[in-house]
């Protein structure tokens, strides 16, 4: 499989990386090769300009499986979900896997929006009065509203009890339970101050032992460890502002 | 079927209401009944507040499908799209036109962001300011983007010279062009003199022949001049703020 996206950054392809590196899958992150053997930002909008397959993408990440070419994080990840074994395979919980994943889509898109709530065109620097506005009510209203909802999803998940859980879905891990730990560090870079409330509070107990359970599944272990894991930084999605971490 | 959706707005909720009028299914937009019946915001509140089947959703809309509660509006599309012939039923048409739902999603969310750029929890009139700015930037960027790439669909579908269409997939209609009719004329609602320039300039022909291809199907006809078409207002997502179509 070759894995299109931005190469300086974790975004929204870590959603993707995280699940291939968890599944063992020998994937091509396409963009981070270099130049030379067709890599780099120009094979990504090489790509990304072609017509078909069968639509074209409205931009990265994009997933190479076999002639197809699938865009949107939470639909590539529910194409490769069940090849993977990352999802169970009977429809039912494909689609609630899905549905979880569209609330972390939605998600990701508002943490985007804490740094940039006037234009993606422009400048953090250019829009930081409305950063710490949007982020005050992000912190405030969004993280618990969010947090909360995947905190009743895994104490609700029945399969818990039993197992060695937690699992958001069912009684094993999924490709949702590796975009939960993804947030959950990911809030924890950008907003260490607010988190750490959260935590204290233990507010989010299932979500935490979640994130620390996946951060020790061993092909997700070394992937953290290795150089294919991009750190955190001021390019990506969750960005560490401390002015916005109010 | 059961729709739950707020009760006084098209929203998010109008993408299934419109596949459902378009295939003339018998359903029940419960949230609309009254509470007598079992109806009102009540009974959509009551249907959120469950847990399971198999996850509760975060947010409406969400419609009850047999034994599946099934939440999130691209998501929504797919599980009825097959059942109800709004999709080809094959696997590389089906991802397709999901991840060009997921990109009308993406956009919507945007429209919204546009009179709500600080906090949804905080009146407009709060964030009036920086709603200007951002739909600013929204005028000149983003719609032209959205637009552009979604016009680029349909000229590059190879069917539509040979067919009615144009289509944005296949030889047919989908889901996916009845969301782009509501795209279209939610965004001449609430841009109107954005939208005029826009269309002057032919620069989005195909989308517009698509608007009124999808306006003139005998049911979609008939639901648009009917009562259940809630017209659209200051409440939803489209709405018209002269103050914010420069």
Chains 1, 2 share one sequence.
Do not use: C
């Not at 009977?90 to 994943?101: F, G, K, N, P, Y």
């Not at 969010?146 to 490709?175: C, D, I, M, Q, W």
């Not at 294919?228 to 109010?246: K, Q, S, T």
């Amino acid at each position: 499989m070759n894995l299109y996206y931005w190469p300086t950054i974790q975004g929204r392809g870590e959603f993707v990386r995280l699940a291939l590196e968890d599944a063992g899958v020998d994937y091509v992150d396409v963009a981070r090769l270099p130049k030379k053997k067709g890599g780099g930002v120009e094979a990504l909008l090489a790509m990304m300009g072609k017509a078909g397959a069968p639509v074209r993408p409205f931009a990265p990440p994009f997933l190479e499986v076999g002639k197809l070419v699938v865009a949107h994080t939470a639909n590539i990840l529910q194409v490769i979900g069940p090849r993977l074994g990352l999802v169970p395979k009977d429809e039912r919980s494909r689609i609630a896997a899905h549905q979880l994943q569209l609330s972390i889509t939605d998600f990701v898109a508002e943490v985007h929006d804490t740094h940039h709530p006037i234009a993606t065109s422009l400048y953090y620097e250019d829009q930081k009065a409305e950063a710490r506005a949007r982020s005050k009510h992000f912190i405030k209203q969004r993280i618990p509203k969010y947090l909360g909802y995947f905190e009743s999803v895994l104490k609700e998940n029945k399969a818990n009890a039993r197992r060695k859980g937690p699992f958001a879905l069912g009684r094993a891990s999924t490709y949702v339970d590796l975009s939960l730990f993804q947030v959950m560090v990911g809030l924890a870079y950008a907003f260490p101050k607010a988190m750490r409330r959260l935590e204290i509070e233990e507010e989010v107990s299932h979500l935490v032992a979640l994130r620390d359970r996946v951060a020790a599944r061993p092909r997700i272990e070394a992937y953290l460890a290795s150089e294919r894991r991009i750190p955190f930084n001021e390019d990506g999605i969750f960005r560490r502002y401390p002015e916005l971490d109010a």
